[in-house]
């Protein structure tokens, strides 16, 4: 076998082993798909039902009385959240890069750059308790009161700030968390951009912010782009951090952006005990059917970024 088809045979393995996921997920949430229908995705309701009582049969499944399922309030929270935090660590990824690829003296660039790099490494739980010991006291009892108050004008930034877990924290502390990605790529990507192209834009009387933005930026924004799906899938699934501190809302959606919610990662983690105790297996069926509904999201995130791609090289072309 030459060299060729090894690289393509372990390169497949990625892409066979997300079909295989897919696969899985699918098949084994069957009966939750055919219970619920299209009604999963559009209701709020989650109720694993009367666990004391005995099972009865609706449309062809055991489930157990009063037993409903409805994901709406985490495809909402899920969402809104990432919005945030891609929002807001995009524009600072990028300014952090320019800055450790242009500002930073050589010398120091590779130290610098390495405790950026080192916010990546940090597992998550850790920065679920520094949100809940001191990022959320911080937010509820001095930054949120300010915000209802001096932007309260602004629709979703005014009404109760409540006790600081919420979407706002959530979005804040993923940012934290998607910066570090964002940002060394895109430094990687800068610093091996040619000194040609530099010194070609100064010699036409470019400034040094002008370099930047028009002549290296641009040839960097495939990598920009990838850098951000990347970390927008980063977000999409983050668990431990925003368990501890989204405020784990049951059947809500969110009125303002300091309300409790639950992502769809977060609610598998903390209702997996409660659905084992299920005996028909509905729950369990059924947070298979959410770890489905996130996975195809993502698959959606991910097309969307390669259709963009697409258009991006079409544009460069002048096609």
């Known amino acids: 076998m ?3 088809r090894f690289t393509a045979l372990v390169g497949s393995i990625v892409g066979v082993a997300l079909i295989v996921m897919v696969a899985f997920l699918g ?5 939750a798909i055919r219970f619920n229908g299209w009604h999963f995705l559009t209701q709020n309701n989650w109720n694993l039902g009367n666990l004391y009582a005995n099972p009865i049969t609706i449309r062809g499944q055991q489930i157990l009385p009063a037993a409903h399922y409805g ?12 919005a945030i935090a891609i ?3 995009v524009p600072v990824g990028v300014g952090a890069a320019i800055f450790l690829a242009e500002g930073t003296p050589p010398m120091l660039r590779s130290w610098v750059s390495l405790f950026v790099e080192l916010l ?7 920065y679920g308790l520094w949100g809940y010991v001191v990022v959320i006291p911080f937010l509820s009892h001095r930054v949120y009161p300010w915000m209802a108050k001096y932007l309260g004008f602004i ?9 600081g877990y919420g979407l706002l924290t959530c979005g804040l502390v993923l940012t934290l968390m998607i910066v570090p990605l964002i940002t060394a790529t895109l430094r990687d990507a800068l610093v091996s951009q040619g000194a040609s192209r530099r ?3 100064v010699a036409l009387g470019a400034s040094r912010f002008e370099t930047v933005w028009t002549v290296l930026l641009p040839e960097v924004r495939r990598v920009l782009i990838g850098s951000s799906i990347l970390a927008t899938g980063r977000a999409l699934g983050e668990t431990m951090a925003v368990l501890m501190i989204s405020g784990n809302a049951v059947n809500y959606l969110p009125h303002n952006i300091y309300a409790p919610i639950s992502t769809m990662a977060s609610f598998i983690v903390s209702q997996l005990d409660s659905a084992l105790t299920d005996p028909t297996g509905m729950a369990v069926r059924a947070l298979a059917e959410v770890a489905l509904a996130l996975c195809l999201i993502s698959i959606l995130v991910n097309g969307l970024a390669r259709v963009l791609l697409y258009y991006q090289d079409r544009h460069s072309a002048g096609v």
């Open 2 to 4: 030459n060299f060729r």
């Open 27 to 31: 098949i084994y949430a069957w009966p």
């Open 71 to 82: 994901i709406l309030f985490l495809i909402a929270g899920t969402l809104l959240s990432t």
């Open 87 to 89: 929002s807001l660590a």
């Open 120 to 126: 990546a490494a940090i597992p998550s739980v850790v």
């Open 155 to 163: 629709p979703f930034l005014g009404g109760h700030t409540g006790s």
């Open 199 to 201: 010194e070609a834009a």
